[in-house]
C-alpha cells in the first residue's frame, strides 16, 4: 500500500526551509510473490535496448578520446608552425631519439627475461618466480636467482623432512591378541 511521507530540509545556508513530499512504495508480501514474466518478442527488446545503450556509450567515449587526441595534435602542429626549419628538425630528431631509446629499453627487457627464464630452467627453479627475480640488468638477476635458489632449496629440503618424519606407530602400546576369535569374543562379551 503506497503511503506518503512529508519531509522537511534545510539550505545550506538555513536561510530557508522547503517542504518535499515524497510518495513511498511499501512492498508487501504478495507484490514480491509476484514476477514479470516476459515474452521471447519482449525480452529480446530489452536485451537489444540495453546492447544499444552500452554500445551508445562505447562510441560516445571513443569520439571524446579521439576528439581530444585530434586536438591535441591540431595544438602540436600549430606550434611546430611557428617554429623555425632548424628548430622543427631538432624536435624530430629528439622525438626519433626518444623512440629509439624506448624501443632499445624494451627489447633489452625482452632479452633478460628471456634469459631468465633460461636460468631458471638451468637452475631447477619454478619459472613462475620469473617476474620476482627478474632484476634491471643480467649480473642483479643472476645474483636474485642464486640468493633466491639457495632459499627456496632450504625450504623445499625442510617441508620434505617434515614429511617424512611421520608419527610413531602406537601398536607397541597396546595388548596384541592371540587370534582373531578372542578379538570377537571380547567384543560381544
Known amino acids: 500500500m503506497p503511503g506518503i511521507e512529508t519531509v522537511r530540509t534545510e539550505d545550506l545556508e538555513g536561510q530557508e ?6 510518495e513511498k512504495v511499501v512492498d508487501t508480501k504478495e507484490e514480491k510473490a509476484e514476477s514479470k514474466t516476459y515474452t521471447e518478442e ?12 552500452r554500445v551508445t556509450e562505447a562510441i560516445k567515449t571513443a569520439r571524446e578520446k579521439w576528439d581530444k587526441e585530434a586536438a591535441e595534435e591540431k595544438k602540436e602542429a600549430a606550434r611546430l608552425a611557428k617554429l623555425t626549419q632548424e628548430e622543427r628538425e631538432k624536435e624530430l630528431q629528439a622525438k626519433q631519439l626518444k623512440e629509439l631509446e624506448e624501443t632499445k629499453a624494451e627489447l633489452n627487457r625482452v632479452y633478460l627475461e628471456r634469459d631468465t627464464i633460461d636460468r631458471l630452467s638451468e637452475e631447477n627453479v619454478p619459472i613462475a618466480f620469473k617476474d620476482f627475480l627478474m632484476g634491471v640488468d643480467a649480473e642483479t638477476t ?6 633466491f635458489k639457495e632459499v627456496y632449496e632450504a625450504e623445499v629440503q ?12 602406537s601398536v607397541a602400546n597396546q595388548k596384541v591378541k592371540a587370534d582373531a576369535w578372542s578379538a570377537l569374543k571380547d567384543k560381544y562379551k
Open 158 to 169: 625442510k617441508g620434505v623432512e617434515e614429511r617424512l618424519k611421520g608419527k610413531t606407530p
Open 42 to 53: 519482449e525480452l529480446k527488446a530489452r536485451v537489444q535496448s540495453e546492447a544499444d545503450k
Open 17 to 22: 526551509n522547503k517542504t518535499e513530499t515524497a
Open 142 to 147: 643472476n645474483e636474485n636467482i642464486k640468493a
